[in-house]
């Protein structure tokens, strides 16, 4: 039945009630030498496809007030305690950095038997190009004498699910599918206690747990995740859009609500979620012996006849095809049946097809559990613009789809952890909320990626390598990005080695005048003309590599200058200067007044010209031409909506912030075409990812560009307010801040403004009104201007 190899997880339920949530975090233990032994099942050779179950029963006499334990596996975990889901992991990192959770188990705990189960897999050859991966393993280390008693060793009794293969599919870099048939599949509820594990093995011992730095050798480089627990939020679908086969009760599946499917039948379900999502699924059901189950996701449908191309309106289904990720279940005729995916799935559509055989199947019921990065919204823009709402909302839901445990490009082709975006979903951290964490985490996972000859890799962690040598250079403008509006100059030094290795790579390639050339590796800039990766003169140079080395190297000297070594800003501004002066004389066309993309000046483009005044290129005098040609001139290579996240600052310093509403012309068009994240590329009625971070620089500029609030110092030591307000009278709103929150509010009546600004304790910082400035102080400053 080849058409129903689709796929399921296991005999778990992520059921608000089963589910033990996302627990608070827990303070970091001192680390000391681990005695729990890395285990795994007899006869599995740890490489292959598998999932796997452990338990371990322990009594105890009262139930303990903490009950701190440290746990980890290869590739992945989920751990239980009597029955409910307590913790997923590993977060990921690489077999040098592997990271472990510390969890406190004494919530769910009682006097008496307990028992302490494992779920854990390995995808092996279909797993998530981001997942590194030594063997199938999995630990657990009680952090004092007391709890230890949980050690992982041959005590703890272990199975293999027969039941699960993976699905291959067509889908880039994330989780394949999963086939389930809970014919094979262990019976019962395994993690629970009292359950019969008399014909489970005892497990077999791999190696014993080392961490970091104690070991000769490196397989599992213990170090504990500097993250906290993802978030998990029981969420309902909310529409059928379509029933082949069967009538439906209204209230499915908005509301719990059972369906029967009778014998011999086949349905089909379209299911919206009416907004993009990444979820654990659930199904829950009974009966339907030898019935097969089909889960579909998809980001959006396709329209009839386009080979999986065209989208067109995402809220429409009519004319549409289903194509997507594919779970699928095999029924085993028991009652209160349960799958749910061992990995997350983003979807907005879900496809249910059901074929059953001589027995109905009743769908009990069909829901989601979504997760992410647990980021608390921070920042406020108060308006009554609802354009400028909903941009925000859709924005912010394309940020929280794509942090996890990294930042990620996007959740449903290949959840890979780009420098490119990733340096704008840092910063859009930073406007938004005041946990700097997973940007932290970002950058220490970049600087692991180095090469021995200094670039980093594109993306990390990453099992393969692949290397854009201009995101190294972007690498360094997310170090500048985080000194200058978080500070902690000890954690930026520390990563300056890191900086003068990818300084040192481009230097290599880099001609007596400073221009590179023939710079190896990818090249690409932007999903946009030529910018992919093949620009380039006839003497192996281009502008837009000039100018984004030229950048980094400003950024790099201003670092060194202040918390490095001057001796390298020295040099770098000695560099920069050189570089300078190449890229006016090589690209400048002074009757175009413009920067050429090559010294043939055959193509010009809007990436070139933004970064020219970015980074200080563009002169005064010649500024205003500039930007008009950057606005006007559609011959120009335009850039994409990635992209525009430069444009738009550049357009900004040269005076036009004021229109910045009408630059915002691609993002009415994902509203226009039913988008609830924003798209991949430009071309929004084709583009591969409907979710791309990348995309939600307005999240930045809106606090940054509209509302006026800026960085002045590193360490927001000092704040710029310069507001763009354009048409908008009315505004108010605030932002993090290391010593607090900067909040701001601007209100036109009888012909003047009322400004009001408050800035947090110990910092100072200027109003710039109209090329005016004004002193700020910490506190409340009112002006009526």
């Known amino acids: 039945m080849k058409l129903f190899y689709f796929t399921l997880l296991i005999v778990m339920t992520l059921s608000p009630a089963k589910y033990a949530c996302a627990q608070p975090s827990v303070p970091n233990v001192a680390p000391r030498q681990w005695n729990a032994q890395w285990i795994a099942a007899p006869g599995d050779n740890g490489t292959s496809y598998g999932v796997f179950y452990f338990r371990k029963d322990i009594d105890l006499v009262i139930k303990p007030a903490t009950f701190m334990v440290h746990v980890s596996a290869d590739n992945r975990y989920k751990l239980y305690v009597n029955g409910k889901l307590v913790s997923l992991g590993p977060a990921r990192g690489d077999t040098y950095y592997w990271n472990y959770e510390t969890v406190d188990l004494a919530p769910y705990l009682s006097a008496g038997k307990n028992t302490i189960a494992a779920l854990v897999w390995n995808e092996a050859q279909y797993s998530p190009a981001a997942q590194i991966s030594v063997r199938t393993g999995f630990i657990l280390q009680g952090n004092s004498a007391t709890e230890e008693i949980l050690n992982t060793n041959t005590t703890w009794k272990c199975i293999r699910d027969n039941g699960h293969q993976a699905i291959p599919g067509y889908f880039f870099a994330a989780s394949k599918g999963e086939m389930v048939d809970m014919r094979q599949s262990v019976k019962g509820d395994w993690s629970a206690v009292g359950y019969d594990d008399s014909a489970w093995f005892g497990a077999d011992k791999l190696s014993e747990g080392k961490l970091k730095g104690t070991a000769w050798g490196i ?54 979620q009416t907004f993009e999502t990444n979820a654990y699924v659930t199904l829950n059901f009974s009966g339907g012996k030898d019935a097969g189950i089909s889960l579909g996701y998809a980001e959006s449908l396709y329209t009839k006849g386009s080979k999986g191309v065209i989208k067109g309106n995402r809220n429409e289904v009519e004319g549409k095809e289903f194509v997507g990720r594919i779970d699928s279940v095999i029924a085993d005729g028991s009652q209160g049946r349960s799958f749910t995916t061992l990995n997350f799935r983003t979807y907005r559509y879900i496809r249910l097809i059901v074929k059953t055989k001589n027995e109905p199947l009743v769908i009990d019921d069909l829901y989601g559990t979504f997760t992410g990065y647990p980021f608390k919204l921070t920042a406020i823009f108060n308006t009554d613009n609802e354009e400028i709402k909903q941009m925000l909302d859709i924005g912010w839901r394309t940020v929280r789809l794509n942090a996890w445990e990294t930042y990620t490009d996007c959740p449903y082709y290949e959840q890979l952890q780009y420098i490119g975006d990733t340096r704008i979903q840092a910063m859009i951290s930073y406007y938004n909320t005041s946990d700097d964490r997973l940007a932290r985490n970002a950058l220490n996972q970049m600087d692991h990626s180095r090469l021995p000859e200094g670039v980093t890799s594109s993306c990390y962690p990453s099992k393969g390598t692949q290397v854009i040598s201009t995101f190294s250079l972007w690498y360094i403008c997310m170090l500048h990005d985080y000194w200058m509006y978080r500070g902690d100059n000890d954690f930026i030094k520390n990563k300056l080695l890191g900086e003068r290795g990818v300084l040192d790579f481009f230097s290599k390639y880099q001609q007596a005048d400073g221009s590179l050339k023939d710079t190896p590796y990818w090249a690409f800039v932007d999903w946009a003309g030529n910018m992919w990766g093949e620009v380039k003169g006839s003497d192996g140079s281009a502008a837009i590599y000039d100018l984004q080395l030229l950048w980094a190297y400003q950024w790099a000297a201003e670092m060194e200058a202040k918390i490095g070594l001057k001796d390298y800003a020295t040099l770098y501004n000695q560099k920069a200067a050189q570089l300078k002066a190449t890229i006016q004389r090589k690209y400048w066309d002074p009757v175009k007044k413009m920067y050429a993309d090559t010294k043939e000046k055959n193509g010009f483009s809007q990436h070139v010209n933004s970064l020219a005044i970015l980074t200080g290129m563009v002169s005064n005098a010649d500024m205003p031409a500039v930007a008009k040609e950057l606005l006007n001139d559609k011959s120009l290579t335009q850039c994409s909506v990635y992209f525009k996240y430069y444009l738009n600052q550049a357009l900004v310093k040269a005076g036009l912030g004021n229109d910045y509403m ?124």
């Open 219 to 272: 397989d599992w480089a213990l170090v504990p995740s500097s993250l906290p627990p993802r978030e998990m939020t029981y969420q309902r679908l909310e529409k059928l859009r379509s029933a082949v086969g069967i009538s439906v009760p209204s209230t499915f599946p908005e509301t719990k609500t059972q369906v029967t499917i009778p014998a011999n039948t086949t349905v089909s379900l379209l299911l919206d």
């Open 662 to 785: 009408n630059w915002l012309g691609i993002w009415r068009e994902n509203i226009q075409m039913g988008l609830t994240t924003w798209a991949e590329y430009s071309d929004v009625n084709t583009s591969r990812s409907d979710s791309h971070a990348w995309g939600a620089s307005p999240n930045i500029e809106f606090f940054r560009t509209v509302l006026g609030i800026d960085s002045y110092a590193p360490g927001f030591g000092k704040i710029k307010i310069e507001p763009h307000l354009g048409t908008l009278t009315t505004i108010s709103g605030e932002i993090p801040h290391p010593n607090g929150k900067v909040a701001v509010g601007y209100k036109f009546e009888k012909g003047r403004w009322r400004i009001d600004i408050n800035l947090p304790k110990a910092t100072t910082g200027i109003l710039v009104w109209k090329a005016k400035q004004y002193m700020l102080k910490a506190g409340n400053n009112s002006f009526v201007i």
